[in-house]
């Protein structure tokens, strides 16, 4: 299939006036029409309208939390509040492909979501990233399984357990538990690796007992293709922490929500953290989120810290993600920096930019087409046409 006379913001280090995007599930070319060679496909005629990649929310829980009773026992499928340290817990278990927010994502031209469980437990289980049309089966959505181990800093651990007047109910204790499965996994890794090396040979030692929290975080310390781990914090001292932990133990970590960002961008920057914003669109409904403001985004660029902008989905409604990059265009950020954020920078920060994020060749066919007379960032914009995958997902 083929999309000519088309406008394309291809996010990468070229656009078009007036080109051309070749595409099966990969895109196999872009170019200008003027080097365009018809071969006998499909071809849509993009006249007036303007083609772009389509948008990744870096961090929701779509598919966790259900569409209309997210908050009865039958809708709440995000949050194991029953144990502190859960790392083996699968996102993909609870992900409810059908729920009709993924049909929100897509009409609003958002193609790829990194969802996952909730902040209630300092080690909570993994992220998923997948595909938001295709299947009514998660499976065949994925894309990478997990992408993430979630952390939690902060306010919703010590909340979820103070009431159960149980470990954690301090910042201290939070981070100790953390530190705590860290170091039993590094040690069930050396265990691990000793058996195997001393297996078959006089001094072979005993194989350890299986243990599934130390297996789900192995992947964090894999030197060859390691596991990122993503640590929810909002105010300063938990970034800090998430930071501090994350140098303790390698690990290649992203900073989500980072609401007091803006206030600690300077020393933030001596570390080039990745990080993932939002919910922009929201009050300061917690302590923690007092110093939640609009011009954090562009603080950060001002700092050279790259950045994803989410919405937390459901806490924003997963179709207002360009809405929220807006709110930061309104912050002080450019607009071009604002579609990066949910477009090639959201890709990047997940450890994906081979293959999401911009119009080239060789990446995956999501795109979002507009009418040119439209901006993503407008409010009352939405897409013409969104393709998923080469197929068509949504036509207006």
């Known amino acids: 299939m083929v999309i000519k006379n088309v406008k394309i913001k291809t996010m990468s280090d070229r656009d078009y006036e007036h080109g ?15 080097g365009y060679i018809p071969t006998g496909e499909e071809e849509l005629d993009g006249t007036g309208k303007t083609l772009y990649p389509g948008f990744i929310d870096a961090h929701c829980h779509l ?7 997210s908050m009865q026992l039958e809708g709440d499928d995000g949050n194991e509040v029953t144990d502190p340290s859960t790392p083996h817990l699968r996102a993909v278990d609870s992900i409810n492909a059908m729920d009709r927010c993924f049909a929100d994502a897509v009409s609003a031209g958002v193609t790829c979501v990194c969802t996952g469980v909730g902040s209630a437990n300092p080690v909570g289980g993994s992220f998923e990233l997948l595909k938001t049309y295709g299947s009514k089966r998660v499976d065949k959505l994925l894309i990478k399984s997990p992408i993430a181990i979630k952390f939690a800093l902060g306010e919703n651990p010590k909340s979820s ?3 159960r007047d149980e470990t954690p109910i301090t910042r201290m204790a939070t981070a100790a538990i953390i530190r705590e499965q860290l170091q039993k996994a590094l040690r069930y890794k050396e265990d691990m690796e000793e058996y195997r090396r001393t297996k078959g040979t006089d001094d072979e030692v005993s194989k350890p007992d299986f243990d599934a929290k130390c297996e789900a975080l192995l992947p964090l310390f894999d030197k060859s293709d390691k596991l990122k781990a993503h640590f929810h914090c909002h105010r300063a001292d938990d970034i800090f922490t998430a930071v501090r932990i994350a140098k303790e133990f390698d690990l290649d970590y992203v900073l989500i929500h980072c609401t007091d960002g803006g206030v600690i961008a300077e020393e933030l920057a001596e570390d080039n953290p990745s990080v993932v914003l939002g919910p922009l669109m929201g009050d300061r409904g917690k302590p ?16 050279g810290i790259k950045f994803a902008i989410c919405t937390d989905h459901p806490e924003t409604p997963i179709q207002y993600l360009p809405l929220t990059a807006a709110l930061a265009v309104r912050g002080g950020l450019s607009r071009e920096d604002a579609l990066r954020s949910i477009t090639v920078n959201a890709a990047e920060v997940l450890g994906v930019g081979n293959i999401l994020g911009s119009v080239e060749v060789g990446k995956n066919a999501d795109f979002a087409v507009f009418a040119d007379n439209v901006s993503p960032l407008d409010v009352t914009a939405s897409p013409c046409m969104v393709v998923v995958d080469g197929k068509i997902a949504f036509e207006r």
């Open 63 to 69: 598919g966790m939390w259900s569409d209309c009773y």
């Open 161 to 163: 357990y103070n009431d």
């Open 20 to 34: 051309f995007v070749r595409f099966g599930e990969i895109i196999t070319e872009v170019g200008d029409m003027s």
């Open 288 to 303: 923690e989120l007092a110093n939640h403001d609009i011009s954090t985004p562009r603080i950060l660029r001002e700092h």
